[in-house]
Protein backbone atom coordinates (compact mmCIF):
# COMPACT_ATOMS: atom_id res chain seq x y z
CA UNK A 1 0.00 0.00 0.00
CA UNK A 2 1.70 3.60 -0.71
CA UNK A 3 2.40 5.70 1.71
CA UNK A 4 0.05 8.55 0.79
CA UNK A 5 -2.72 6.11 1.31
CA UNK A 6 -1.36 5.21 4.82
CA UNK A 7 -1.22 8.71 6.01
CA UNK A 8 -4.57 9.24 5.06
CA UNK A 9 -3.93 11.94 1.88
CA UNK A 10 -6.65 11.96 -0.52
CA UNK A 11 -4.32 13.30 -3.57
CA UNK A 12 -3.21 10.42 -6.06
CA UNK A 13 0.73 9.43 -6.22
CA UNK A 14 1.40 11.00 -9.63
CA UNK A 15 4.46 9.67 -11.80
CA UNK A 16 7.97 11.57 -11.41
CA UNK A 17 8.15 14.46 -14.03
CA UNK A 18 9.99 14.02 -17.28
CA UNK A 19 11.86 16.66 -19.11
CA UNK A 20 9.26 16.13 -22.46
CA UNK A 21 9.96 18.00 -25.00
CA UNK A 22 7.02 20.15 -26.30
CA UNK A 23 4.93 19.32 -29.26
CA UNK A 24 6.36 21.79 -32.24
CA UNK A 25 3.06 21.08 -33.94
CA UNK A 26 0.85 22.78 -31.26
CA UNK A 27 -2.56 21.84 -30.30
CA UNK A 28 -4.14 19.78 -33.52
CA UNK A 29 -6.86 18.07 -32.09
CA UNK A 30 -10.86 18.30 -31.01
CA UNK A 31 -10.80 20.74 -27.94
CA UNK A 32 -13.35 19.33 -25.16
CA UNK A 33 -16.52 21.53 -25.02
CA UNK A 34 -16.08 24.73 -23.22
CA UNK A 35 -17.82 24.62 -19.92
CA UNK A 36 -20.70 27.77 -19.76
CA UNK A 37 -20.21 29.00 -23.17
CA UNK A 38 -23.39 28.80 -25.55
CA UNK A 39 -23.70 29.53 -29.02
CA UNK A 40 -26.97 30.74 -28.52
CA UNK A 41 -26.54 32.80 -26.11
CA UNK A 42 -24.02 35.07 -27.91
CA UNK A 43 -24.58 38.17 -29.88
CA UNK A 44 -24.13 37.35 -33.47
CA UNK A 45 -21.37 40.11 -33.87
CA UNK A 46 -19.09 38.41 -30.93
CA UNK A 47 -15.77 37.33 -32.32
CA UNK A 48 -14.51 33.43 -31.23
CA UNK A 49 -11.16 32.14 -31.64
CA UNK A 50 -10.54 29.26 -33.96
CA UNK A 51 -10.27 27.26 -30.63
CA UNK A 52 -13.56 28.47 -29.38
CA UNK A 53 -15.45 27.49 -32.93
CA UNK A 54 -14.09 23.91 -32.75
CA UNK A 55 -15.12 23.41 -29.30
CA UNK A 56 -18.56 24.79 -30.18
CA UNK A 57 -19.17 22.37 -33.00
CA UNK A 58 -16.74 19.85 -32.01
CA UNK A 59 -14.25 20.09 -34.73
CA UNK A 60 -10.29 19.39 -34.96
CA UNK A 61 -8.91 22.84 -35.35
CA UNK A 62 -7.17 21.70 -37.96
CA UNK A 63 -10.41 21.22 -40.09
CA UNK A 64 -10.85 24.69 -39.32
CA UNK A 65 -7.40 25.49 -40.94
CA UNK A 66 -8.01 23.60 -44.06
CA UNK A 67 -11.30 25.41 -44.60
CA UNK A 68 -9.92 28.66 -44.66
CA UNK A 69 -7.31 27.65 -47.55
CA UNK A 70 -10.20 27.06 -49.41
CA UNK A 71 -11.92 29.53 -51.71
CA UNK A 72 -15.72 28.90 -50.67
CA UNK A 73 -16.29 27.88 -47.91
CA UNK A 74 -19.67 28.68 -46.61
CA UNK A 75 -17.92 29.22 -42.55
CA UNK A 76 -16.86 32.80 -42.70
CA UNK A 77 -14.16 34.17 -41.08
CA UNK A 78 -11.97 37.52 -40.33
CA UNK A 79 -8.39 38.28 -40.27
CA UNK A 80 -7.56 41.12 -37.30
CA UNK A 81 -5.13 42.45 -36.38
CA UNK A 82 -1.36 40.95 -36.69
CA UNK A 83 -3.26 38.29 -38.83
CA UNK A 84 -5.31 36.33 -35.88
CA UNK A 85 -8.12 34.82 -37.06
CA UNK A 86 -11.96 35.41 -35.80
CA UNK A 87 -14.69 33.70 -36.47
CA UNK A 88 -18.60 35.96 -35.87
CA UNK A 89 -20.63 33.93 -33.80
CA UNK A 90 -23.42 34.48 -36.38
CA UNK A 91 -21.67 33.17 -39.10
CA UNK A 92 -21.00 30.17 -37.02
CA UNK A 93 -24.67 30.21 -35.97
CA UNK A 94 -25.28 30.26 -39.58
CA UNK A 95 -22.99 27.60 -40.70
CA UNK A 96 -23.91 24.87 -38.26
CA UNK A 97 -27.92 25.51 -39.31
CA UNK A 98 -27.34 24.82 -43.02
CA UNK A 99 -26.58 21.13 -41.33
CA UNK A 100 -25.38 19.66 -44.72
CA UNK A 101 -24.46 16.14 -45.11
CA UNK A 102 -20.27 15.38 -45.69
CA UNK A 103 -19.25 15.77 -49.36
CA UNK A 104 -17.46 11.94 -49.18
CA UNK A 105 -19.31 9.33 -47.75
CA UNK A 106 -17.58 5.88 -47.11
CA UNK A 107 -19.76 4.29 -49.38
CA UNK A 108 -18.64 6.34 -52.48
CA UNK A 109 -14.40 5.80 -51.39
CA UNK A 110 -15.31 1.67 -51.44
CA UNK A 111 -14.08 0.36 -54.82
CA UNK A 112 -17.16 -1.48 -56.84
CA UNK A 113 -18.04 -5.11 -55.83
CA UNK A 114 -16.85 -6.79 -59.41
CA UNK A 115 -13.30 -4.52 -58.34
CA UNK A 116 -10.26 -6.87 -58.45
CA UNK A 117 -6.69 -5.25 -58.18
CA UNK A 118 -4.32 -6.04 -60.69
CA UNK A 119 -1.52 -8.62 -59.90
CA UNK A 120 1.70 -6.31 -59.11
CA UNK A 121 4.16 -9.11 -60.05
CA UNK A 122 4.00 -12.35 -61.69
CA UNK A 123 3.94 -14.93 -59.23
CA UNK A 124 6.97 -17.29 -59.16
CA UNK A 125 6.65 -20.87 -59.45
CA UNK A 126 7.50 -23.04 -56.12
CA UNK A 127 11.07 -24.35 -55.49
CA UNK A 128 9.71 -28.30 -55.71
CA UNK A 129 8.20 -27.32 -59.44
CA UNK A 130 11.52 -26.05 -60.48
CA UNK A 131 13.45 -29.14 -59.25
CA UNK A 132 10.55 -31.23 -61.46
CA UNK A 133 10.54 -29.41 -64.19
CA UNK A 134 14.40 -29.00 -63.85
CA UNK A 135 14.53 -33.36 -63.86
CA UNK A 136 12.10 -34.10 -66.39
CA UNK A 137 14.38 -32.07 -68.74
CA UNK A 138 17.30 -34.06 -68.06
CA UNK A 139 15.24 -37.42 -68.58
Not at 8 to 23: H, L, R
Request: net charge positive; glycine share 6%; aromatic share 6%.
Amino acid sequence: MPKAALLGSTKAPTAPEQDQKPDRHGFRGCPPPIVGLSLSALADDTLLTTYEVAAIARLSTNSLDAWRRRKNHPLQWLAIIDGRIRYRAGDVKAFLARGEARRFTTDERKPPSDYKPKPTRKPSRRRADRTDAALQEQS
